[in-house]
């Protein structure tokens, strides 16, 4: 089991930036691939970024890509989501999961993939 916790959601206005965080706790945060996703209101869950076990590799989706940067610290067991030139289209729910998985480069942008979900953390950007 492990468990995630997201921080560092907020207002921010349109072209600002800001970052949100997830620690893991419950078990070895390296063995765990990363992925996060976000929500909007009366929208389905959308693939925002995912980084392997080792950070070696971050895979976006095609509306962030430039735009937001996805890292890891797992000598803190966390993962870091940059957002950067925000836009009132990013305003979510913005969710961290957890997966462990030999085959994470073909099934990153699944939320079915994950096994592990935060509660969350609202970003809000004003236009």
């Known amino acids: 089991q492990v468990q995630l916790v997201e921080s560092g959601g907020g207002l921010v206005q349109a072209g600002g930036s800001l970052t949100v965080s997830c620690v893991a706790s419950g078990r070895t945060f390296s063995m765990f691939s990363m992925g996060w996703f976000r929500q909007a209101p009366g929208k389905q869950r959308e693939f925002v970024a995912a980084?392997?076990?080792?950070?070696?590799?971050?895979y976006y989706g095609d509306r962030v890509k430039g735009r937001f940067t996805i890292s890891r610290d797992n000598a803190k067991n966390t993962v870091y989501l940059q957002m950067s030139s925000l836009k009132a289209e990013d305003t979510a729910i913005y969710y961290c999961?957890?997966?462990?998985?030999?085959?994470?480069?073909?099934?990153?942008?699944?939320?079915?993939?994950?096994?592990?979900w935060g509660q969350g953390t609202q970003v809000t950007v004003s236009s």
């Open positions: 999961a957890a997966v462990v998985s030999t085959r994470f480069s073909a099934t990153y942008y699944y939320e079915t993939t994950y096994d592990y």
């Open positions: 980084i392997t076990r080792n950070g070696v590799n971050q």
